[in-house]
């Protein structure tokens, strides 16, 4: 049974349960980009991205990735461990995209020779700006060992959600992850992954199956994330 509400984000509520190391996580309907500028409802993205999620999380678990997840509760909900976020965002890309491409003119598309992991403070008043590990060990973010293990395992997530997902006709293009802190200090992957937080396109027809469809206004974003989460459900 869901306590108190603890904390409640652009995309997901959390709240309290009986258990002191244990959350209850909703996932809303609600879309929002460029930073909450535009807002809208996406009808079923929340039970699309609790139902993608709950399919990857234990996934990752048996590839050796430590997670917050525990299990799915309803269409809406699941239990998760009580973390503590580390606010900083972890974006990793195979392929250049987004802001990545805009900031350096590099068009999309364009596969990169190495995975890249980019750093971000996460502050919605301040959009999520970029920054590098200096600054989050300089303002007590994280440490240099917790930086050096979020590193490892986000490209650890990244080297089982590639060829996973090209299995299924899909090139993860690039995805943000977020980390946080149990209660004995150990850091395990929290938040969620799903087509809000991934940029996922149709390896043969290049169509774009995420969030990219609701912030270009290229419509069809229900039935992206519907095709996402029948792929995700797809058997190996
Ligand atoms: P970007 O190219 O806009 O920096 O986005 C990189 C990846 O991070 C993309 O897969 C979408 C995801 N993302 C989030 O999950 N939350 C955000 O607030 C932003 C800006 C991007
Ligand atoms: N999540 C961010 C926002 O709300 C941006 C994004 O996903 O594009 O504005």
């Known amino acids: 049974m869901r306590g108190e509400l603890r904390y409640e984000g652009k995309a997901k509520r959390v709240y309290a349960t009986s258990e002191p190391g244990q959350y209850i996580v909703e996932y809303k309907d609600d879309a929002t980009a460029f930073n909450g500028v535009k807002k809208a409802q996406i009808s079923g993205k929340g039970a699309i991205n609790n139902a993608i999620t709950a399919q990857l999380y234990p996934k990752l678990e048996a590839a050796g990735i430590p997670t917050h997840f525990l299990r799915q509760l309803s269409p809406n909900e699941q239990l998760v461990r009580a973390v503590t976020i580390i606010p900083v965002e972890v974006i990793i890309r195979n392929v250049a995209a987004g802001s ?54 986000a490209l650890k997530v990244r080297d089982f959600l590639t060829p996973f997902f090209a299995q299924r006709g899909i090139k993860l293009i690039d995805f943000k992850l977020e980390f946080g802190k149990l209660s004995d200090a150990s850091i395990v992957l929290a938040d969620e992954i799903s087509p809000d937080t991934c940029r996922f396109w149709d390896a043969r027809s290049g169509e774009k199956l995420d969030k990219d469809r609701f912030r270009r206004d290229l419509g069809g974003v229900e039935d992206a994330y519907a095709e996402m989460l029948r792929r995700v459900l797809r058997e190996d």
């Open 100 to 153: 990545f491409s805009k900031r350096l003119g590099i068009e999309e598309g364009v596969s990169l020779k190495r995975p890249v992991v980019e750093y971000c403070y996460k502050s919605d008043a301040l959009g999520d700006p970029l920054i590098n590990t200096d600054t989050a060990i300089s303002l007590g973010w994280a440490s240099e060992e917790d930086l050096q293990r979020i590193r490892q395992l």
